[in-house]
């Protein structure tokens, strides 16, 4: 069986994240421990306890979900688990995914998203901006109400997760005309998004600049493990390639669709979630229900992921 392992980004955290790990494996404890040292925030305890408005916050819930995703790939190594074949992350989870691969050093990557979460929070006055997920309408649709919602300000599909899961963000006004145009075209919902942060669009640009300024200071090496990078669907070995997957990653779309087809195509048979939540597994079954896939939301599944590995070998 040929496995890739993903990351979520912004969305799978909240309050008790992660408890159902700490039990059998010490190193999610650990995890946060060293990131909160770095940043100077106790990050665990955000997560165990919130509130939930803090921990949902850009600044907070980016490290947040860094230390999550690398903790779980930690308890699978800890458990004698499977090495993937290949590494993927959803937004900032394509940070974890280079930390797993041994791209980026953990150290490294808290501060980098830390200050990734700073300067996009600093790129869009606060309310100025908005996300929503588009629901039941095809991804030329969305782009097309996306073009003709603009009026000069903007709005743009920025995440394709699924087949009629597709979320814009922009301006908030613009959002807004987006979302009605959409409706009109046939959508079933359209769901303005928690977040204080309108990402992976045109107004992320200047805060993408200030980012490539912090990635050239980062020593970045070639991946153990391929990682398929959310800008291109490509993986990349050379640092400067791969500071430029990250940094367009900013302001370009998800294409969380396609990621998943070149797994497909590249044999891989099983696609497991590595952090908390199901959400990305929800959307890969969405994208193609052959594929298994697997989310590692306890102890028992990564304990049985492990088993089933030392069974193959």
């Known amino acids: 069986m040929k496995l890739a392992f993903v990351f979520p980004g912004q969305g799978s955290q909240s309050p008790g994240m992660m408890s159902a790990l700490t039990g059998r494996f010490e190193v999610v404890r650990d995890t946060f421990e060293q990131a909160s040292e770095i940043i100077g925030t106790d990050l665990w305890s955000l997560a165990q306890d919130g509130p939930a408005d803090e921990l949902n916050r850009t600044q907070v819930t980016q490290p947040v979900m860094l230390c999550a995703g690398v903790a779980t790939w930690r308890c699978v190594q800890a458990a004698s688990g499977p090495v993937p074949e290949f590494l993927a992350g959803h937004s900032l989870g394509e940070y974890t995914a280079l930390v797993c691969a041994g791209s980026i050093s953990f150290a490294d990557a808290v501060s980098l998203v830390e200050f990734r979460a700073q300067v996009m929070q600093e790129a869009v006055a606060d309310g100025a901006g908005a996300m929503a997920a588009i629901i039941g309408l095809d991804d030329e649709a969305v782009i097309e109400a996306c ?164 069974e193959e070998a």
């Open 147 to 310: 073009s003709g919602a603009a009026e000069g300000e903007i709005v743009e599909a920025v995440n394709f997760n699924a087949p009629g899961q597709v979320v814009i963000a922009g301006h908030r006004g613009a959002v807004a005309r987006a979302c009605d145009a959409a409706q009109q075209a046939g959508a079933r919902r359209c769901i303005e998004l928690p977040v204080s942060v309108p990402s992976h669009c045109g107004l992320m640009k200047g805060a993408a600049q200030r980012l490539a300024d912090k990635l050239a200071d980062t020593q970045i090496l070639a991946p153990e493990i391929p990682v398929v990078h959310n800008a291109d669907v490509g993986s990349h070995e050379d640092a400067g390639a791969i500071r430029d997957a990250l940094v367009r990653q900013l302001h370009s779309p998800v294409r969380w669709v396609e990621t998943i087809g070149w797994f497909k195509a590249q044999g891989v048979t099983r696609v497991v979630e590595c952090g908390p939540g199901k959400v990305l597994a929800g959307l890969n079954r969405r994208i193609d229900r052959r594929m298994d896939v697997l989310a590692l939301v306890d102890a028992t599944v990564i304990d049985e992921l492990a088993g089933a590995s030392g």
